[in-house]
C-alpha cells in the first residue's frame, strides 16, 4: 500500500489567492482527519470525517476553510481567499474504523506559504 | 473536554543519555494513549501505545506505561541516539463520541554526538 497520499508537497501562493489541497486516504480506511501544524499552535484537528460525511468541523478556523470528501479515496481542503497567517503545514490523516486503539497513518504533509 | 499536556522542548541531550519527555492527560472514560514521532520533512509515525491502565507500550527501544492514577504517559528511552532526534508527539484516542485524536504539541528532541 502507498499510504497516505497529499498534494502538492509545497505550495506558494499570494494573499487572496485560492489554495486547494488534497489527499488520498489508505484504501479501505473509514476515517479521514485534516490537522495543521505551526510553531505557535502545534497540531491542530480541523475537520475529520467517517465513512465520507463530516462528523466534527469545530475546528474550522474561520469561513474560509471548507473541505470535502466525494468518495472513499478523495478529499480536499481549500481555502479561499488565502491570507499569510494560514501558512502552516496541513496534514491528511486516516484510520479504520472506529475503534479508539486504532492507529492514525499520515501523509507527508503540504507546506502551504501564503505571501 | 479532552486534552494532552506535554513538557515544552526544545530537549537536548548528549548520546546515551537516559531520555524522559513527561505527557499528561484529561479524559472521559479510559482512552487509548499514544506516542508518535515526526522525523524532518515527514508526516507523524506512530512509536508505541497503551490501550488501558498499567499497560507498557514499547518499541525501538522507547517505553511509555499508561498510568491512570496519575492520568500520565511519559515518554522514555535509556540511551538515546542522534538518529532519535525527532519531534514526539503524545496522543489520546477518545472512546466516546467522534472518537477522534487528541495531540499534546509536541516537544522537539535535539540529540548531539
Known amino acids: 500500500d502507498a499510504g497516505v497520499i497529499q498534494s502538492p508537497r509545497h505550495e506558494v501562493t499570494e494573499m487572496g489567492q485560492e489554495v486547494t489541497l488534497r489527499c488520498k486516504p489508505i484504501s479501505g480506511h473509514d476515517y479521514l482527519f485534516w490537522y495543521r501544524q505551526t510553531m505557535m499552535r502545534g497540531l491542530e484537528l480541523l475537520i475529520y470525517?467517517?465513512?465520507?460525511?463530516?462528523?466534527?468541523d469545530s475546528g474550522m478556523p474561520e469561513d474560509r476553510f471548507s473541505a470535502k470528501m466525494p468518495n472513499a479515496s478523495f478529499s480536499t481542503l481549500k481555502i479561499q481567499p488565502s491570507e499569510p497567517r494560514d501558512s502552516a503545514v496541513y496534514f491528511c490523516?486516516?484510520?479504520?474504523?472506529?475503534?479508539?486503539?486504532?492507529?492514525?497513518?499520515f501523509g507527508s504533509g503540504t507546506q502551504l506559504s501564503v505571501l | 473536554g479532552n486534552s494532552v499536556t506535554q513538557m515544552e522542548g526544545p530537549v537536548t541531550l548528549s548520546e546515551e543519555a537516559f531520555l524522559t519527555i513527561n505527557c499528561t492527560y484529561t479524559?472521559?472514560?479510559?482512552?487509548?494513549l499514544f506516542w508518535y514521532v515526526q522525523y524532518p520533512g515527514e508526516g507523524l509515525q506512530l512509536l508505541l501505545k497503551a490501550t488501558k491502565a498499567d499497560d507498557k507500550g514499547s518499541n525501538k527501544g522507547f517505553e511509555a506505561t499508561y498510568r491512570k492514577e496519575t492520568t500520565s504517559f511519559h515518554l522514555e528511552k535509556g540511551s538515546v541516539q542522534v538518529s532519535d532526534s525527532a519531534v514526539y508527539f503524545c496522543?489520546?484516542?477518545?472512546?466516546?463520541?467522534?472518537?477522534?485524536?487528541?495531540f499534546g504539541a509536541g516537544t522537539r528532541l535535539f540529540v548531539k554526538a
Open positions: 479524559a472521559t472514560g479510559y482512552p487509548s
Open positions: 490523516a486516516s484510520r479504520a474504523r472506529d475503534r479508539r486503539n486504532e492507529k492514525l497513518f
Open positions: 470525517f467517517n465513512n465520507n460525511v463530516p462528523i466534527d
Open positions: 496522543a489520546l484516542g477518545e472512546n466516546t463520541g467522534g472518537f477522534k485524536t487528541i
